[in-house]
């Protein structure tokens, strides 16, 4: 008999609870041994819950307890849930996990942690809910160097982009609408602002890479400057605006980073609408291999952690090259040294003067429309430009106009 | 030293010896063992090969040798694969395959004995090309109750469909520019008459429902039938025609097909296009997951392989709840007793009269139109209706009407 803990009872916890009994049959043929949860650690009460026997609030019943082996902690956020996983590793006990600020902060600290004291470390569902991508990427980089990856991250800013994009809605508009439906916090700016998506991408990134890539090197824009009009030039340009979490390998260094980009209808991403997610993995074998599906939630979410949770009472040997070593902060490359397309809007006296300047500094651009367009705006896109160079002659026609919009062009 | 066999050096075979040995040192930190290739068996010559010295024509050498644990067979076809994986099973080695027809004729058997015999039967690469598959619905399969499953499955089909939508061409001519391009084989027949995705569906719906799916049991319809008019009414309709394979738990039963459908332009499943394959996966906790990618090539498929050599060579305690029973006929219900919606397009000389009889039949029906459209021609659909009474239906109304085109519409 194996016998687990779950630390948090919150809406992942109580799923993973739910999602583990409805299932136990199933559960115990894969494992091929009984198991049941010990405990469940959370401070607040829970004397109607038909659970409520194994509630504890004092995490160290937990850590000293020998008879618990897999504890899943779903707890959320970097403290205590990082001093408690720290804990029941050095303590010798395999441990899952749904948080995101935990994998990307100390993935590579847990990580060899786990490997020394031979015990297990599963995140499944710290990236994409419910869709499988942490094993799938993990048993594709064997065979493949994946050279790129990018993803629509965060299903909160994707249901308001959506909204934007199919109802002419501003961004103000959709976000209320948003929250009214509980696909945004009240406080939505970790979502909104692009850390939710920096943390998922740095953990896909630190596993495909096999180094640690902190939120903290990794330039993160959010969608809270993206206007109505933005995303009626985008129509024009064919396609929509995405939230895009991208990673690209640089021969032994990586470009990381989190923007809103406008990305060509013709790319499986720009059809991801509303709530969902999309990852693009891109392996020299297999190609670009898409995974899709909700990317949070409470059951999807849930059954990513019972699924780990098998895994890890298993004591699977796969574990140990479910890994990634740390790096310095050298490893990302500075924004300013890599190259991308921009699309450009700005309000200005002279249109041709500013196109005058742009070609001399960009070469060609191509200019876009929108309906009502205002005469004295220009919206155009460039070529590949240098980021650090772009921001000084950006800096430049900032002079003799307003840029009222900037945002990347990706080709994924 | 893990020593490993290669069986068959064709497209498949040849690209798993290229991916192999290019990423023997990520192999070999994976397995945490050193692991070579003793032998590629092939009946031809390779005398010009970097690997000539390991080429051997007789399979009793690979079954007779002590030292070879894992062996991957990719000769493709029934014979002679199925008796070199069953004796080697019985002999006590691991089997990796890319044989859709081998898995889907016989997996329940090879399963077994690999059981009984404690070794692993993977076929990772028989569905799905490079896209993980087979492990990811595996994992799921602990945490949810998978109820649907309906993929494009056969690239050249859609490569043929897509060309026939984009580009308004006939199924004939889009037939003959796949050959050029060779995605069609010069006998086209597995691909456009559905068997090859028919294979696909049975191993996924043997893995999703525990039961095996015998290929004999699913009513299979390919594309040969598909005319640009059909392409057209289609449109109309919003969305795409796509061959697809699917299956759908009913109870302790499953309905299984493989057919060509109209797919709302709102599904993920009508943008996938050319040669690529997505499949989705409906599991009660996770909703809908889709799975993306080349379903096909030989880098992509050899990926696959190379990834089930590994998780084999590490001897892996996963395999075994990787499995599924054998099943009885009765276990995939009668076409005739399920329920669909369909598509008719007819020629006749009074519309009023056969609408009425439609409706009166089937309810009401939603009239489709096309340019051009023939002046005796009258396309609808209808409502779901139980299978085995449409096609008596259909009888009546080919009495006094050419029922030119006839297409499932699912709900995907």
């Known amino acids: 008999m194996i016998k687990i803990?779950?630390?948090?009872?919150?809406?992942v916890g109580s799923g993973t609870v739910e999602v583990f009994y409805k299932?136990?049959?199933?559960?115990?043929k894969k494992i091929g041994d009984k198991i049941d949860i010990k405990y469940i650690l959370d401070l607040r009460d829970f004397s109607d819950s038909p659970y409520k026997d194994k509630f504890i609030k004092d995490f160290n019943i937990i850590l000293n307890d020998p008879e618990i082996s897999v504890v899943a902690e779903v707890i959320g956020g970097l403290n205590p849930a990082y001093q408690y996983v720290k804990s029941l590793l050095e303590k010798g006990k395999s441990v899952v996990t749904s948080n995101k600020e935990l994998v990307a902060e100390k993935g590579a600290e847990l990580i060899k942690t786990a490997r020394e004291k031979n015990?297990?470390?599963?995140?499944?569902?710290?990236v994409g809910g419910g869709i499988p991508i942490i094993r799938p990427l993990h048993h594709c980089l064997s065979a493949n160097e994946i050279n790129e990856i990018a993803g629509i991250l965060n299903?909160?800013?994707?249901?308001?982009?959506t909204k934007m994009i199919d109802e002419g809605e501003s961004f103000e508009a959709a976000l209320t609408q948003?929250?009214?439906?509980?696909?945004?916090?009240?406080?939505p700016s970790a979502d909104v602002e692009g850390a939710d998506a920096c943390r998922k991408i740095c953990i896909l990134a630190s596993l495909a890479f096999g180094k640690h890539v902190?939120?903290?090197s990794v330039h993160t824009e959010g969608i809270t400057g993206i206007a109505a009009e933005d995303i009626q030039y985008c129509k024009d340009f064919g396609g929509a605006v995405k939230l895009i979490g991208w990673a690209s390998r640089k021969g032994n260094n990586a470009a990381?980073?989190?923007?809103?980009?406008?990305?060509?209808?013709?790319s499986q991403l720009s059809s991801v609408n509303d709530v969902f997610n999309a990852i693009l993995v891109r392996g020299d074998a297999t190609g670009d291999v898409i995974f899709y599906g909700k990317g949070a939630g409470k059951l999807p979410t849930a059954s990513a952690v019972v699924s780990d949770i098998i895994m890890a009472a298993k004591m699977d040997s796969n574990s140990k090259s479910l890994y990634w070593n740390d790096s310095d902060k050298s490893f990302v490359l500075d924004r300013k040294s890599l190259e991308n397309k921009f699309y450009l809007r700005l309000i200005c006296k002279d249109k041709n003067e500013i196109l005058g300047a742009a070609e001399k500094m960009w070469g060609k651009v191509k200019i876009l429309h929108r309906d009502n367009e205002n005469e004295n705006e220009i919206?155009?896109?460039?070529?590949?430009?240098?980021?650090?160079?772009?921001?000084e002659d950006c800096a430049v026609i900032a002079e003799k106009a307003q840029i009222k919009g900037k945002i990347r062009v990706l080709d994924y």
Chains 1, 2 share one sequence.
């Open 5 to 11: 803990a779950v630390m948090g009872y919150g809406v």
């Open 23 to 28: 299932n136990l049959d199933n559960i115990e």
């Open 119 to 126: 015990v297990n470390f599963f995140f499944e569902a710290s």
């Open 155 to 161: 299903g909160t800013t994707n249901y308001i982009l």
């Open 178 to 187: 948003a929250q009214k439906l509980g696909y945004a916090e009240r406080d």
């Open 214 to 216: 902190y939120p903290s």
């Open 256 to 266: 990381v980073m989190v923007c809103p980009a406008f990305i060509a209808a013709s």
């Open 379 to 391: 919206a155009f896109i460039t070529d590949k430009v240098n980021e650090g160079r772009f921001d």
